[in-house]
């Protein structure tokens, strides 16, 4: 695995186009977009005021941490992105896939959990994996390793649902 040049977060008429799916589901048409996006509502750790994202789902349900239930997410451009760090500071939010609405609190995944997720990711979905990969600046070659050493490198978050 080699590391390419990291994407930095979109700006200006990139950054629109990529929030268009926070507009779907401010239109209640966020069931459109399928169980692989969730809208995530979280609190600004300056502001205080609600933000929105929605972002693409690795993995749900069943995610290997003993847990009925979940989404795991990836911070594709870094620990800088702001929801990242919103959650970092306030990691109680809501998801929102399709129709269903969920309290959750954020578990940040350390590096050999995101290494055997993005292994197990690219067993699965390998061709999908390496252009993930490739977009969040990895160059991999397909193999078990490459994909786990990427995981080793990308800060995955675990929205787990909390009940009461």
Not at 154 to 162: A, D, E, Q, T
Request: charged residues 25%; proline residues 4%; aromatic residues 8%.
């Amino acid at each position: 695995m080699r590391i390419t040049q990291r994407p930095s977060p979109p700006t200006g008429w990139k950054r629109r186009v990529l929030r268009m799916p926070v507009t779907l589901y401010r239109w209640h048409l966020g069931a459109l977009l399928g169980h692989r996006f969730v809208l995530v509502e979280h609190v600004g750790r300056r502001s205080g005021k609600t933000r929105q994202v929605v972002l693409e789902v690795v993995d749900h349900d069943e995610v290997g941490h003993g847990a009925p239930d979940g989404w795991i997410v990836a911070a594709g451009y870094g620990t800088t992105s702001d929801w990242y760090r919103n959650l970092t500071a306030h990691p109680r939010a809501r998801v929102q896939v399709g129709r269903r609405r969920s309290a959750v609190e954020a578990d940040f995944l350390g590096a050999e959990e995101g290494g055997d997720l993005m292994a197990h990711y690219g067993r699965v979905h390998r061709k999908i994996g390496v252009r993930l990969c490739k977009s969040m600046g990895f160059d991999v070659d397909g193999s078990e390793a490459d994909f786990r050493e990427a995981g080793r490198n990308i800060r995955f978050v675990w929205l787990r649902p909390v009940h009461g």
